[in-house]
């Protein structure tokens, strides 16, 4: 190995090191993040016949996975709560992983059927 290539590598290697010490250093000093659950509330089950009528698929009625008014509990942001559609868990995570991590606006919305959508309302509950 030539002195030039040698003293790239040491350098690269000095410096992923200083990068992981300082990283670990400010893992060690940081306080555990707060964890809070997400309230789920399904809002409103929509259909759009006339839609459905122009392009039909699946069935014709509104979702028949929820039942408006009822309430799911997460207790992490990464599984579903029991029940749940995963298509619309798919849909929502993005707005579930803000709520596990502390934002505290009470969101609206629903998930991507554009015949019969379902909306849902998202509210953080402290853990």
């Not at 040491?10 to 410096?15: D, K, Q």
């Not at 555990?32 to 014709?60: E, M, N, S, W």
């Not at 992490?76 to 505290?104: E, M, Q, V, Y």
Request: glycine share 6%; charged share 25%; net charge positive.
């Amino acid at each position: 190995m030539h002195r030039r290539e040698f003293m790239k590598l040491a350098t690269a290697a000095t410096l992923c090191g200083a990068t992981a010490n300082l990283a670990s250093a400010a893992t060690a000093t940081a306080e555990p993040a707060k964890r809070y659950k997400c309230r789920i509330t399904v809002l409103r089950k929509l259909f759009h016949a006339d839609l459905y009528d122009q392009h039909p698929y699946g069935r014709r009625a509104a979702c028949g996975r929820f039942e408006e008014g009822q309430v799911f509990m997460t207790e992490s942001p990464w599984d579903p709560p029991p029940g749940f559609c995963t298509w619309a868990w798919a849909d929502l995570r993005a707005i579930i992983h803000k709520i596990h991590a502390g934002d505290p606006t009470v969101m609206i919305s629903c998930c991507t059927d554009g015949l019969r959508p379902v909306l849902f309302k998202f509210e953080r509950i402290e853990a």
